[in-house]
Structures are given as C-alpha cells and as structure tokens.
C-alpha cells in the first residue's frame, strides 16, 4: 500500500510539473493563436462547402427530369463542379448548373464533367 501511494504522489508530481512546462510553453507561443484562427475559418468554409454539396445534391434527386443520382457534385471554396459518367441531355445539362447556382453560398458552378447527349 505504501508503494502505491509512493507511486500516486510521484505520478501527481510528474503530471503537475508537466502541466506547468505546457501552459509556460502556451505562453511564448503567440503565432499558434493566428494558425488556430486560420484552422477555424477553413473549418468554416469546409462545413459551408459541405452544405452546399448536400443541398446541391439533395435538390438535383429532387427535380424530376434531371437524373440526380448519376450527378456528382464536389465544392471548393464555393465553387461547385458537376460531372457524370452517364450522358445527360443539353436541358438537364442547363437545369443541373441552374439548380447549384440557386444555392445559397455557390460562387460558381463548372459543368464541365457533365457528358451531354
């Protein structure tokens, strides 16, 4: 029993003197608060692109007429691209990029990847 508590307090006293080295460390390191904010905004931007790339999708399966689930969609930065392995008519081609640029946040939209009949 008298080791265990030898070794509780050795271990509390490590962990203490470990601790104190990290805040002391925290202190000196300003430029970590500047990437900290930068990691926070491409957080932001990485959940905004993934809410447009869903409510893209989401509103492609919904029109009828355009074959929503052989659309794939991808967003950058705002900027969403279209394509499909299957071939999609010139209208659906037209309706797809008018559905993404509908989208809140959507900056732009390359159809590109899109195969029209």
Same mark, same amino acid.
């Given at each position: 029993m008298k080791k265990f508590a030898?070794?509780?307090a050795t271990a509390t006293a490590l962990t203490l003197t470990m601790a104190n080295a990290a805040f002391a460390a925290q202190a000196t390191q300003a430029?970590?608060?500047?990437?900290?904010?930068?990691?926070?905004?491409?957080?932001?931007?990485?959940?905004?692109?993934?809410?447009?790339?869903?409510? $893209?999708? %989401? !509103?492609? =399966?919904?029109?009828?007429?355009?074959?929503g689930s052989d659309i794939?969609?991808?967003?950058?930065?705002?900027?969403?691209?279209?394509?499909?392995d299957v071939k999609v008519t010139a209208s659906q081609k037209a309706e797809a990029?008018?559905?993404?640029?509908?989208i809140k946040g959507v900056k732009? $939209?390359? %159809? !590109?990847? =899109?195969k029209a009949e």
């Amino acid at each position: 029993m008298k080791k265990f508590a030898i070794a509780a307090a050795t271990a509390t006293a490590l962990t203490l003197t470990m601790a104190n080295a990290a805040f002391a460390a925290q202190a000196t390191q300003a430029p970590v608060m500047l990437a900290a904010n930068t990691t926070t905004e491409n957080a932001k931007q990485e959940g905004s692109d993934t809410w447009i790339t869903t409510k $893209v999708k %989401a !509103d492609l =399966l919904t029109e009828k007429g355009v074959p929503g689930s052989d659309i794939k969609v991808e967003t950058s930065h705002g900027v969403v691209s279209l394509s499909s392995d299957v071939k999609v008519t010139a209208s659906q081609k037209a309706e797809a990029v008018r559905i993404a640029k509908n989208i809140k946040g959507v900056k732009s $939209v390359m %159809a !590109d990847g =899109l195969k029209a009949e």
